[in-house]
């Protein structure tokens, strides 16, 4: 089991490539596609090779949302989270979220991997509207690895920005505050 409630009531399978299609929804219609670089099972598959990965459907408490926003610092527009739990080798490995979000005025999907105990483990960008300009290169994504949800977690602290894409850096900086704070919100308390 995870290391917060799943409520068999409430869990649903949840559809791939929700993100990345809202995430184009975002886009407008007659705009150019965005880049797309990875789908959703595609992702999950760099993230837990070989491992078992099952989507929910979550519905935090109004203290578990409550809990979640104070701790990330930015908005979370949703009491509904989906994270795809992995198991590998009948251990609970962690879980991917997919979050999107706009960065400038277009959006971005990214797939943030915890670890099951609670770290960060892997931000991927599966797809970007942005012009590729703005897109920071993959090595500044993997100094998230292994980070925790503190006060160092942010632009100008234990993070670096991006020349020529401070937007986006921002925009990965919430987005992984978010999920952390998601994670441990669920892991705090149970589920409806």
Do not use: N
């Not at 992995?86 to 706009?102: L, T």
């Not at 942010?154 to 998601?182: E, F, H, M, P």
């Amino acid at each position: 089991m995870w290391r917060w409630a799943i409520s068999s009531s409430r869990a649903r399978r949840a559809v791939p490539l929700i993100a990345i299609t809202w995430a184009l929804s975002l886009a407008g219609a007659g705009a150019s596609v965005a880049q797309v670089f990875l789908s959703v099972d595609q992702a999950l598959s760099l993230a837990f090779p070989g491992c078992t990965v099952e989507p929910h459907t979550i519905y935090l408490t109004p203290q578990q949302l409550s809990r979640a926003r104070e701790l990330a610092g930015v908005e979370i527009a949703s009491a509904m989270v989906r994270p795809y739990v992995a198991s590998c080798d009948g251990r609970v490995a962690g879980a991917a979220y997919f979050d999107s979000h706009r960065v400038r005025t277009l959006p971005e999907t990214l797939m943030v991997v915890v670890g099951a105990d609670g770290t960060l483990r892997r931000v991927e960008v599966l797809a970007f509207r942005e012009p590729q300009d703005y897109l920071p290169r993959e090595t500044w994504y993997s100094q998230f690895e292994g980070r925790k949800l503190d006060g160092e977690l942010s632009l100008k602290r234990g993070i670096r920005a991006v020349t020529g894409a401070t937007l986006t850096a921002r925009a990965t900086a919430d987005a992984v505050r978010r999920v952390l704070a998601l994670d441990r919100a669920l892991a705090q308390g149970d589920a409806e």
